[in-house]
């Protein structure tokens, strides 16, 4: 049983075979009209479709702006990606802690790490629960940042009623299969300005001013490189399983609320394994479901749990080491140990568990019980 796992039906195979046997493997129809989708399901005026969480990630700091000794301010816990994306571009990710109840960005935190240079703040929706963008929106707009959301665990999540593509001013999302709906490796970005999306656009084709269909319907050859880019197309036929994906996301969220409920009220009375908390104004999306283990009488840390349960053949897993903790990012920021208390302590103790739409209520009571059988014995 893995912690994440990919849900595909006939429909999807059926979706993606019909563009394999189409004119246009890539940048073709299907490309708009899932972007159209998307946009549509996360609230925002224009969706940008890359070639993963990665490359979205990349291309939301470029439309930010983001220069050679430019700073963003990044969350200690958060996957690599996060902060390399200010690295590709000459920037510097400034690491801080974390709320250490949530583990999202701590606001008071970032608020002590902005200087002159800050150019903008990268927040996570950590596990799928929205940060605090009151907060967030409020400093931002106070320092003139720009703000991006790192929501490649958050599709469908919501703050205060706003769908999570509504409070940032760009929205990063991931389609690999672990998460919320996949196209095999995938991404997109979410913004309201259509010239951050134009952009993006340029970006993802090595800085062209105009693409293929269009020098096609000119009857031109003619194209200008405008600035700046790479390939980080998406085919079509990814596409069409994003689309094909995209109608069953409603009922998934569902499924993983579901199943975070089931572990809630078991994990409540252990005072062993303690469930991350979550805030009254959010809709959790639940891409991970993350524990605190104190330990039991048998099983004393996360680390012998981790073991006993891979062991049992329950995929667990550890999200993240706190990137200050890593040598890259000691040596190329100058960052250390003890430098984001509420991260590191949070690491010691978290554990994954799984959770995937297809999991059954059995397979959810079989976490439980050996959990609890392992921390009672
Ligand atoms: C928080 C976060 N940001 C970015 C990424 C990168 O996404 P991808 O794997 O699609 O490149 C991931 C992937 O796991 C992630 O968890």
């Not at 095999?184 to 693409?211: T, Y």
């Not at 639940?286 to 049992?312: C, I, M, P, S, T």
Request: net charge neutral; aromatic share 8%; proline share 4%.
């Amino acid at each position: 049983m893995p912690y994440g796992r990919h849900q595909i039906d006939q429909s999807d195979i059926d979706a993606v075979v019909d563009v394999l046997k189409s004119d246009w493997l890539t940048t073709g129809p299907k490309l708009t009209e899932f972007e159209g989708a998307l946009a549509r399901y996360a609230g925002g005026g224009h969706a940008v479709a890359v070639s993963s969480g990665t490359s979205a990630l990349h291309c939301a700091a470029y439309a930010a702006g983001v220069t050679p000794g430019d700073e963003v301010i990044v969350p200690a816990i958060t996957f690599a990606a996060t902060a390399n994306c200010v690295i590709a571009l000459g920037g510097k990710p400034v690491i801080v802690d974390v709320e250490p109840d949530t583990l999202l960005i701590d606001t008071g935190s970032v608020e002590k790490h902005i200087t002159s240079r800050t150019k903008a703040i990268l927040a996570v929706e950590y596990a799928g629960q929205p940060c605090d963008y009151a907060a967030l929106r409020a400093l931002a707009d106070k320092h003139h940042l720009f703000l991006i959301s790192d929501s490649c665990h958050a599709l469908g999540a919501r703050y205060e009623n706003k769908s999570i593509g509504q409070l940032a001013d760009a929205t990063v999302f991931s389609f690999h299969p672990v998460k919320h709906i996949t196209t095999g490796e995938g991404g997109a970005i979410v913004v309201d300005d259509p010239e951050l999306a134009l952009r993006m656009r340029r970006f993802r084709n090595h800085g062209i001013d105009s693409d293929l269909h269009r020098r096609s319907d000119a009857g031109t050859w003619f194209y200008e490189v405008a600035g700046p880019g790479f390939n980080y197309r998406l085919t079509d036929f990814q596409c069409a399983l994003g689309l094909s994906q995209l109608k069953k996301v409603e009922q998934w969220i569902g499924r993983r609320q579901a199943i975070a409920r089931r572990y809630d009220l078991a994990f409540q009375q252990t005072g062993a394994i303690l469930p991350l908390t979550v805030k009254e104004n959010r809709r959790h999306a639940y891409h991970l479901y993350v524990v605190q283990v104190k330990g039991g009488r048998d099983v004393k840390n996360r680390a012998e749990l981790f073991l006993a349960l891979r062991d049992k053949g329950i995929g667990v897993n550890v999200h993240y080491i706190p990137l200050n903790m890593h040598p890259y990012y000691q040596r190329h920021l100058g960052v250390r140990i003890g430098q984001c208390p509420a991260a590191e302590a949070a690491y010691e103790n978290m554990l994954s568990l799984p959770i995937f739409p297809a999991m059954s209520d059995a397979d959810v009571d079989y976490v439980i019980e050996t959990i609890s059988r392992l921390i009672e014995r």
